[in-house]
């Protein structure tokens, strides 16, 4: 059974950073190329960043420069690290798996396994 477990969200001031983690059991994590993406109420979910099996990283623009993907394959684990938030960044975020020839990062629906959510809250 495949599981993605994320940890790591939580409430913080503008400007404050969060490291996110999603722990990965049941795949054979080198084969999946890896993504975060975030959800508010009533809206679409929404691409932030994804990575290639490997290493090549995408972001979604408004949080290129403040926020790093990474992953480390000994730990199946990946990581997204926000620095300088602010309230707009607030969201439910989800990681998510994908093994897919043409592999476009940034569709929701190219990914088979998703994560619980983990909420970000930042406030003013």
């Known amino acids: 059974q495949v599981q993605l477990v994320e940890s790591g969200g939580g409430l913080v001031q503008d400007g404050d950073s969060l490291r996110l983690s999603c722990t990965s059991t049941g795949l054979t994590f080198t084969d999946y190329c890896m993504a975060w993406f975030r959800q508010v109420p009533g809206r679409d979910r929404e691409f932030v960043a994804a990575i290639s099996w490997g290493g090549t990283t995408y972001y979604k623009d408004s949080v290129r420069g403040r926020f790093t993907i990474s992953r480390d394959n000994s730990e199946n684990t990946a990581y997204l690290q926000m620095n300088n938030l602010n309230p707009d960044d607030t969201a439910v975020y989800y990681c998510?798996?994908?093994?897919?020839?043409?592999?476009?990062?940034?569709?929701?629906?190219?990914?088979?396994?998703w994560g619980q959510g983990t909420q970000v809250t930042v406030s003013s």
């Open positions: 998510a798996a994908a093994n897919v020839h043409d592999w476009r990062y940034w569709v929701a629906d190219q990914y088979t396994y």
